[in-house]
């Protein structure tokens, strides 16, 4: 038992000779991948408002929070961008046990900075091209990713001229040997044969948000990351999406851990309610059915 739980049970619940004292606000800490920021903010602040409690959100690559998590960080609920870090927890007995959902699903993407680096438009239009074809592809386009392609953008193939749209730039990419999105990009490049083309200017961060900054920044002009990344980031443009198949589905699982507290079951619950789930979709990802997989 943590010591947060032990100092919680010594209060006392009831003074003699007094009414029963009100219940008091839980802090409920949540590990999750860091391209759920924004929209959990989202969903939180609106939880925040209509119970009372309060949620602190940590954010990080899913490996990372795994680690800390089997390390003994006191988190109550955990978020993985992949559901091989949350099996890592599993395996570990750290999951209480029928907690566990399929929470969100998302697509990849690659983005350039800005208008769409190495587009038609951009390379016969100049800089009034490329800000036609930032126009025409951008967020507006990015918010109907999800089962079906994003309108007026294509799927990313074998034909795509990678590593000559990249030049001498760096493409950016979340650590591509243990962060879900990078193993992820990976993968679908090297399905795609584009992988040995690039391999060697790849840029790795630390998590997919810190990649999708190399590019809004401009410090790297091409990436890989989340549909609802780049449905976040104003200053990327979208230019292929990496189509089904080419990847491992792409699915965050959640689910309680066996020190939770016990407001956390109730905040797990408000993450699969509607409310919720339109918010999730606003930003981008792919609200999935909710079912509780086997008990750990």
């Known amino acids: ?13 009831v003074v003699a000779g007094f009414a029963p004292l009100p219940a008091l606000a839980a802090d409920i800490l949540v590990f999750a991948a860091a391209s759920m920021r ?6 939180a602040a609106a939880w925040q408002a209509e119970t009372g409690h309060s949620v602190t959100l940590s954010y990080a690559g899913s490996s990372a929070l795994a680690r800390q998590i089997i390390a003994g960080a ?3 609920i955990f978020i993985s961008a992949a559901p091989a870090w949350m099996d890592v927890v599993a395996g570990e007995g750290l999951l209480a046990a029928g907690s566990r959902v399929d929470l969100l699903g998302n697509r990849l993407v690659l983005i350039g900075h800005g208008a769409a680096v190495g587009s038609e438009d951009a390379e016969e239009g100049g800089a009034e091209g490329a800000a036609e074809g930032a126009a025409e592809g951008g967020a507006e386009g990015l918010a109907d990713i999800g089962p079906a ?6 799927d ?3 034909g795509y001229e990678l590593a000559a749209r990249l030049g001498d730039g760096r493409l950016a ?7 879900p999105a990078g193993q992820y990009g990976k993968a679908g490049l090297q399905a795609l044969g584009l992988w040995d083309g690039v391999a060697a200017q790849v840029a790795q961060a630390d998590n997919v948000r810190a990649a999708l900054a190399l590019v809004a920044t401009g410090e790297a002009p091409m990436g890989v990351v989340y549909a609802s990344d780049a449905l976040a980031e ?3 443009q979208v230019l292929a999406i990496f189509p089904e198949g080419s990847h491992a589905p792409i699915t965050y699982p959640a689910a309680l851990l066996t020190d939770a507290a016990p407001e956390a079951e109730g905040f797990l619950q408000a993450l699969q309610a509607p409310a919720a789930g339109a918010i999730f979709e606003a930003h981008g ?3 999935r059915g909710f079912e509780p997989l086997e008990r750990q």
């Open 1 to 13: 038992m943590s010591a947060r739980r032990s100092l919680m049970l010594a209060l006392p619940l």
């Open 38 to 43: 924004g929209a959990l903010d989202q969903v």
């Open 74 to 76: 006191p988190a109550d």
């Open 149 to 154: 392609d994003a309108a007026g953008v294509a």
């Open 156 to 158: 990313l193939s074998a």
């Open 173 to 179: 990419m979340a650590l591509v040997d243990a962060v």
């Open 234 to 236: 104003p200053a990327v």
């Open 285 to 287: 990802f792919e609200v």
